[in-house]
T-cell receptor, first 117, second 115 residues
Framework: AQKVTQAQTEISVVEKEDVTLDCVYE???????LFWYKQPPSGELVFLIRRNSFDEQNEISGRYSWNFQKSTSSFNFTITASQVVDSAVYFCALSEITTSGTYKYIFGTGTRLKVLA | GEEVAQTPKHLVRGEGQKAKLYCAPIKGHSYVFWYQQVLKNEFKFLISFQNENVFDETGMPKERFSAKCLPNSPCSLEIQATKLEDSAVYFC?????????????FGAGTRLSVL
């Protein structure tokens, strides 16, 4: 069965520290897509990144970077020099393609990040 | 519009009352998805549409939940005879196409409280 595990329920760091949020997935598909979303205290879900299964290059966007490792089925997210505004719940998601050709997201249970000033 | 618009932001219903939630997808997006976020941040997929056609309804509790996407109207999710366990945040998302690589853009959610 398709599954996404975010084992870290909550992480607290002090501003300017680096922090890594873990995401481990299970899928039967050979081609698949992974996503990260941010849910700030205001509640909306903000798209951060999409990664496909055949591109294992790491990605960097400003202070954010993502490490995709197919061998360990992981797609981890690192925030460098964290800021208070990074405080949010972060969700990892896997796109599940059904036998009828439709698709939907399977979400992890999220990691709450608290960045203290 | 350029973002997914969900209304209302908050909805309070007594047990047994009806609740109706609305979602306007991003202009040009053909696919709409509904998810329920319950305690402990669990997301449950409910239903998806391709334009006005049901794309996948495998997550819908069919007895009390129904949904529609009609042309030139916001999509809607309706819960007849709400129960306490329906209390959750309901998110709507839209995407341009229906393949697994497509990014889903989410609205701000509707928080439903059933008392």
């Amino acid at each position: 069965a398709q599954k996404v595990t975010q084992a870290q329920t909550e992480i607290s760091v002090v501003e300017k520290e680096d922090v890594t949020l873990d995401c481990v997935y299970e899928t039967r598909d050979t081609t698949y897509y992974l996503f990260w979303y941010k849910q700030p205290p205001s509640g909306e879900l903000v798209f951060l990144i999409r990664r496909n299964s055949f591109d294992e290059q790491n990605e960097i966007s400003g202070r954010y970077s993502w490490n995709f490792q197919k061998s360990t089925s992981s797609f981890n997210f690192t925030i460098t020099a964290s800021q208070v505004v990074d405080s949010a719940v972060y969700f990892c998601a896997l796109s599940e393609i059904t036998t009828s050709g439709t698709y939907k997201y399977i979400f992890g249970t999220g990691t709450r990040l608290k960045v203290l000033a | 519009g350029e973002e997914v618009a969900q209304t209302p932001k908050h909805l309070v219903r007594g047990e047994g009352q009806k609740a109706k939630l609305y979602c306007a997808p991003i202009k040009g997006h053909s696919y709409v998805f509904w998810y329920q976020q319950v305690l402990k941040n669990e997301f449950k997929f409910l239903i998806s549409f391709q334009n006005e056609n049901v794309f996948d309804e495998t997550g819908m509790p069919k007895e009390r939940f129904s949904a529609k996407c009609l042309p030139n109207s916001p999509c809607s999710l309706e819960i007849q005879a709400t129960k306490l366990e329906d209390s959750a945040v309901y998110f709507c998302a839209s995407s341009q196409a229906g393949t697994g690589k497509n990014i889903q853009y989410f609205g701000a959610g509707t928080r439903l409280s059933v008392l």
